[in-house]
């Protein structure tokens, strides 16, 4: 009995130290390239951790907020924010848990990222910004709009989601995966599995990109940092969004929101026109317009026909 545990215990370690060992060698090979240094921007000190920012060009704010998602950061506006600086003061942001900002260990709500956007618009932009979003991030950009009405001038969304009616039940398995994920060795480990560069790749062709030959090696590789950097801490957003720990109820803000709400949506993408549908029933005054041939990142793949369109939605409103 005394040889089967110590056996057990031996191949244990055994494994423990293997998946330790798979999880540094992902980790420093992610990074090699140093897509995402932090030579042409700043810092902001937030209460919550250290927030990457970039400023650039001259003219009315524009805030640029990516998707919250582990392997998301604001490079997905590199090629759309250079366009925009030319007539634009343009802000680019990496959120809390994502790309070169701090990934803390803690629980990511909607409300966290509600206080983040209100702060860093009042202590570093100092003006109220139009704000455009990707996705998910709509959610906390309309809450802080919601909750402070002078904030924002104006909301652009590229592809929102469609508007939850419903909370995400919280079941028993959920608690179980909290545990796991968090784990330092094995949590990190299947997070490394869940953002390895084959199922990154995937994403981006099937889901960010309608023409996936569009798709660059540096755009993949900078996604795949960005998964990666600080010790692949971002498992922490992950945990968090897995379990629908940033899911909220927006509807009410949506629909008593008095800020100007324009959606982009991509007209190909399976659900955009479901998406559009859930906002403009509760905003009458929502303004919308549609890309063909573009998935989700439309700012990476056709940033001169975006910038086309969100000129038209910001003369109104900002200039």
């Given at each position: 009995?005394k040889?089967?545990?110590?056996?057990?215990?031996?191949?244990?370690?055994?494994?423990a130290?293997?998946?330790?060992?798979?999880?540094?060698?992902?980790?420093?090979?992610?990074?090699?390239k140093?897509?995402?240094?932090?030579?042409?921007?700043?810092?902001?000190?937030w209460?919550?951790?250290?927030?990457?920012?970039?400023?650039?060009?001259?003219?009315?704010?524009?805030?640029?907020v990516?998707?919250?998602?582990?392997?998301?950061?604001s490079?997905?506006?590199?090629?759309?924010?250079?366009k925009?600086?030319?007539?634009?003061?343009?802000y680019?942001?990496?959120?809390?848990?994502?790309?070169r900002?701090?990934?803390p260990?803690l629980?990511?709500?909607?409300?966290?990222?509600?206080?983040?956007?209100?702060?860093?618009?009042?202590?570093?932009?100092?003006?109220?910004?139009?704000?455009?979003?990707?996705?998910?991030s709509?959610?906390?950009?309309?809450?802080?709009?919601?909750?402070?009405?002078?904030l924002?001038?104006?909301?652009?969304?590229i592809?929102?989601?469609?508007?939850?009616?419903?909370?995400?039940?919280?079941?028993?398995?959920?608690?179980?995966?909290?545990?796991?994920?968090?784990?330092?060795i094995?949590?990190?480990?299947?997070?490394?599995?869940?953002?390895?560069?084959?199922?990154?790749?995937?994403?981006?062709?099937?889901?960010?990109f309608?023409?996936?030959?569009?798709?660059s090696?540096?755009?993949l590789?900078?996604?795949?940092?960005?998964?990666?950097?600080?010790?692949?801490?971002?498992k922490y957003?992950?945990?968090?969004?897995?379990?629908?720990?940033?899911?909220?109820?927006?509807?009410?803000?949506?629909?008593?929101?008095?800020?100007?709400?324009?959606?982009i949506?991509s007209?190909?993408?399976?659900?955009s026109?479901?998406?559009?549908?859930?906002?403009?029933?509760?905003?009458k005054?929502?303004e919308?317009?549609?890309?063909s041939?573009?998935g989700?990142?439309?700012?990476?793949?056709?940033?001169?026909?975006?910038?086309?369109?969100?000129d038209?939605?910001?003369?109104?409103?900002v200039k």
């Amino acid at each position: 009995m005394k040889k089967c545990i110590k056996r057990a215990l031996f191949l244990t370690a055994c494994a423990a130290g293997t998946i330790h060992i798979v999880n540094r060698f992902i980790e420093n090979t992610a990074n090699m390239k140093d897509i995402l240094n932090t030579d042409n921007g700043k810092y902001y000190d937030w209460k919550n951790g250290r927030i990457y920012y970039q400023k650039c060009g001259t003219g009315s704010p524009v805030l640029l907020v990516h998707d919250l998602s582990p392997i998301g950061s604001s490079y997905e506006w590199c090629r759309f924010a250079k366009k925009l600086e030319k007539h634009h003061t343009v802000y680019t942001i990496d959120l809390l848990g994502c790309g070169r900002s701090d990934k803390p260990y803690l629980t990511y709500t909607n409300y966290l990222y509600v206080q983040l956007i209100t702060d860093f618009i009042r202590d570093v932009i100092q003006e109220s910004p139009a704000v455009i979003t990707t996705n998910h991030s709509i959610s906390f950009v309309i809450l802080a709009a919601n909750m402070h009405r002078h904030l924002i001038k104006k909301i652009i969304a590229i592809n929102p989601p469609v508007i939850q009616t419903s909370h995400k039940k919280s079941f028993r398995l959920d608690t179980w995966k909290k545990y796991i994920l968090k784990s330092p060795i094995l949590g990190t480990f299947l997070y490394n599995m869940e953002t390895i560069e084959t199922k990154i790749q995937k994403i981006l062709r099937k889901e960010y990109f309608y023409n996936s030959q569009l798709v660059s090696t540096k755009m993949l590789d900078a996604y795949y940092e960005s998964a990666h950097l600080e010790k692949s801490h971002g498992k922490y957003l992950m945990v968090s969004l897995s379990i629908g720990y940033i899911d909220n109820l927006i509807g009410h803000a949506v629909n008593n929101l008095e800020t100007p709400l324009a959606i982009i949506a991509s007209s190909q993408m399976k659900g955009s026109i479901t998406a559009v549908d859930s906002y403009r029933r509760l905003n009458k005054n929502l303004e919308t317009s549609y890309l063909s041939n573009a998935g989700l990142t439309p700012q990476l793949e056709m940033p001169e026909r975006l910038l086309h369109i969100v000129d038209a939605l910001l003369d109104t409103s900002v200039k």
